[in-house]
């Protein structure tokens, strides 16, 4: 029934900013997970309903996660090509369902 389709993505120069945006209906946790070609999909970034943040330890002090108006929201500063990947927006419902969107990409690069 919940459909996530993230906005957003595109190519940004090394040292830019890029903002993610979802919309979902609420969640217990919502958050932003990134895949690069090779590796395995891993969490950025979540927030719970509460407002409770976690932060991959290489994004904490860039990447800023929020949530209102039944959207969540990726603010990504400081961008590098480290951060290159196709980002998922992922809901957590009561239960442990999980619904994902269709992912966007993002690519840091001069």
């Known amino acids: 029934q919940v459909q996530l389709v993230e906005s957003g993505g595109g190519l940004v120069q090394p040292g830019g900013s890029m903002r993610l945006s979802c919309a979902a209906s609420s969640a217990n946790v919502m958050g932003w997970y990134r895949q690069a070609p090779g590796k395995e999909r891993e969490l950025v970034a979540s927030i719970s309903t509460g407002g409770t943040t976690r932060y991959a330890d290489y994004v904490k002090g860039r990447f800023t996660i929020s949530r209102g108006n039944a959207r969540v929201y990726l603010q990504m500063n400081s961008l590098n090509p480290d951060d290159t990947a196709v980002y998922y927006c992922?809901?957590?419902?009561?239960?442990?369902?999980?619904?994902w969107g269709q992912g966007t990409q993002v690519t840091v690069s001069s």
């Open positions: 992922n809901a957590v419902y009561t239960g442990g369902r999980n619904v």
